[in-house]
C-alpha cells in the first residue's frame, strides 16, 4: 500500500521522536512539535491505519505506537533526510582525520574509531578481499641461513607478511633473484594470481629445487588467505543506550557480535550503502547494521558498519559515514598516505 503525504510525515514524525526519546509516541506529542497540520483526532485515526498495515506497534504498556520493522524501513527507503552535524562533532571528526598514517589501511581503522565515537554505536571493518587486491611489490628478506619472511604490498596499502622455513641452507644472493622473480612476475597482478601454477612458473624460471620454491608458494598463500579479520570498535558505548537496561538484550547483543559469519556475510555484500533492519536478516533481530564501501581515492579499503539497536539514528549514522568519507577524499587529494 503507497502512503499518502499525511501518513509520511506522520510516520517520520514518530520514528524521529521514538529515536529521540525511546519513549511510545502518542498523538498529543507530534502535533506541536513536529508541526502536523490537523488535528489530534485525525492523528490519532491515521497512527491507528499505520498500525493496521504493520508499520506501526502498540505497546502492552501505553497507548502510544512505536516503529515496527516495516516502519523503519519505509523510513529509511522513502523518509531519511541527512542530518547536519554539529560544530564540536565535526571539529572532533577532523581532528581524528587529519592524523597521519603511514599506510592506507590505517585510513580504515581511523575512520571505524571516529564513526563509533560520534556516533555511540558499535563500529565493525574489513579490508578489501584479496582477490580484488594487486601487488605492489613483494619483498624477502633473510632471517636466518634456513628463514626468510615475505612482505607483500598491495595497491590498498596493506602489508601482509609471512615467515618461511627451510629444510636447507639458502644464500643471500638466491634471496636476490627471488626478489627479482618474483617481482617481474607479480607486481600489477591480482593477490589470487600466486597459486600452483605459478609454483611451476617460478620453479622452470630459476631452476630451482622444489623445497625452495614450494614453501615460498605455499606460505604466501596462506598468508593471503587467511580468515578475514573484523575490526571492532565501541561495544561499550552502545551500552550506553537505554534498551541496554535489559539483560536480555544485552545478551542478544553480545551473541550478535559473537555472529562472526553473519557480520561478514553482511559486510561482504555491501554496497555504497546498505542497512540491515531486526528481523529481515536472521540472527539480527532487536538491531540494525549500516554498511558502506570504504573508497578513498578511487581504492577499495575495504568496508565498514555500524551496529545498533533497530531504534538507531539512521541519519545521524549516514550523515557521520558520508561525511567522513568525503573528508578522507579530500585529505588524500592532499597528499596519500606512504605506501
Do not use: W
Request: proline share 2%.
Amino acid at each position: 500500500m503507497e502512503l499518502d503525504d499525511r501518513k509520511k510525515r506522520i510516520l517520520q514524525a514518530i520514528v524521529n521522536e521514538y529515536i529521540d526519546t525511546i519513549e511510545p509516541v502518542s498523538s498529543s506529542s507530534l502535533i506541536q512539535k513536529y508541526g502536523l497540520d490537523c488535528s489530534s483526532a485525525t492523528v490519532r485515526n491515521e497512527m491507528a491505519e499505520l498500525e493496521k498495515i504493520g508499520y506501526l506497534e502498540k505497546t502492552h504498556t501505553s497507548s502510544g505506537r512505536v516503529p515496527s520493522n516495516k516502519g523503519y524501513r519505509f523510513y529509511v527507503d522513502k523518509l531519511l533526510n541527512d542530518k547536519d552535524l554539529n560544530i564540536d562533532e565535526i571539529k572532533y571528526i577532523n581532528s581524528r582525520l587529519q592524523n597521519k598514517v603511514d599506510q592506507m589501511e590505517e585510513l580504515t581503522r581511523i575512520a571505524t574509531n571516529t564513526i563509533s565515537e560520534v556516533t555511540h554505536y558499535t563500529t565493525v571493518a574489513i579490508g578489501p578481499s584479496a582477490n580484488r587486491q594487486k601487488i605492489e611489490e613483494i619483498k624477502f628478506v633473510l632471517l636466518g641461513s634456513r628463514m626468510l619472511m615475505a612482505v607483500i604490498l598491495t595497491d590498498t596499502g596493506t602489508i601482509k607478511e609471512t615467515i618461511i622455513k627451510f629444510e636447507r641452507d639458502i644464500s643471500q644472493e638466491q634471496v636476490n633473484t627471488l626478489n627479482l622473480i618474483f617481482n617481474n612476475k607479480l607486481k600489477g597482478q591480482l593477490l589470487a594470481t600466486i597459486d600452483k601454477p605459478m609454483e611451476q612458473y617460478i620453479m622452470s624460471e630459476m631452476n630451482y629445487r622444489i623445497d625452495v620454491i614450494k614453501p615460498i608458494i605455499e606460505q604466501i598463500s596462506k598468508a593471503i588467505n587467511d580468515e578475514e579479520q573484523i575490526y571492532l570498535k565501541g561495544a561499550n558505548k552502545t551500552f550506553e543506550n537505554p534498551e541496554f537496561e535489559s539483560s536480555e538484550f544485552a545478551r542478544n547483543f553480545m551473541n550478535l557480535l559473537d555472529s562472526k559469519n553473519l557480520i561478514l556475510d553482511l559486510l561482504e555484500n555491501s554496497e555504497d550503502f546498505k542497512v540491515y533492519i531486526g528481523n529481515e536478516i536472521t540472527g539480527l533481530k532487536d538491531f540494525s547494521i549500516v554498511t558502506f564501501k570504504n573508497k578513498v581515492g578511487g581504492k577499495d579499503l575495504g568496508t565498514i558498519g555500524i551496529i545498533g539497536p533497530t531504534r538507531m539514528d539512521y541519519s545521524k549514522v549516514i550523515s557521520v559515514m558520508k561525511y567522513i568519507s568525503k573528508e578522507l577524499n579530500k585529505e588524500l587529494g592532499n597528499g596519500s598516505p606512504k605506501k
